[in-house]
């Protein structure tokens, strides 16, 4: 099984997914790191050079490529990923997903003046219109954890009951059949 952790920009993926990966044993890879490893070059430069619409064909092609992989995996993505093309359908078939909530304007305090993100050069109207019609791909998720207030720690210890809890589900329906 692979789980993946969906969500806006600063909800916390990375560092949450790293640690949830960590406690339970499974191998964590992050979609934007992967990204710039096989093309060697930065995220911030492909927006510049070649637009949003490349950065996107390459981030579909890396997404495939990563849920081929072996199992017992942990993806943080990155926050336009699954509300491009029919990336939701691609990842809804293949991963278990939550959804790291946080309101837009904790969101927006933590990747403000954040350069490595090239969409906060967009400004707080535009981003927060942008969180807005995000809204209803992220709650197509499996699950919905909600960051607000809590510790990265606190973030990981409810992922991992979401997980754990799902993983004795399945095995109890898989008993009863
Ligand atoms: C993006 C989010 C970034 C990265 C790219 C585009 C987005 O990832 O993939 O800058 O469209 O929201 P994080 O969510 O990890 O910042």
């Known amino acids: 099984m692979k789980v993946a952790l969906i969500g806006f920009m600063g909800c916390g993926k990375s560092s949450v997914g790293r640690r949830v990966a960590e406690e339970a044993g499974w191998e964590f890879l992050d979609l934007d790191e992967e990204i710039e490893k096989t093309t060697g ?17 390459i981030e579909r ?12 995996l942990v993806i943080s993505l990155g926050g ?5 093309g029919d990336n939701i359908n691609l990842l809804k078939k293949r991963a278990l997903l939550i959804y790291l909530y946080a309101p837009f304007d904790v969101l927006w305090e933590r ?11 967009l400004g707080e ?5 942008l969180f807005e019609v995000r809204k209803s791909f992220y709650e197509e998720a ?5 960051t607000s207030d809590k510790s990265v720690e606190g973030v990981v210890k409810e992922v991992l009951a979401v997980l754990e809890n799902f993983i004795s589900s399945k095995r109890n329906n898989n008993e009863g059949e």
């Open 61 to 72: 092609k890396v997404l495939k490529d990563v849920l081929n992989r072996k199992d017992n």
């Open 41 to 57: 070059r930065k995220i911030r430069e492909i927006f510049e050079t070649d637009g949003e619409g490349e950065f996107r064909k």
């Open 142 to 146: 499996d699950f919905v954890v909600d």
């Open 111 to 121: 990747i403000k003046d954040d350069t490595s993100r090239p969409l906060t050069s």
């Open 125 to 129: 109207n535009k981003v927060r219109n």
């Open 80 to 84: 336009g990923t699954p509300t491009w």
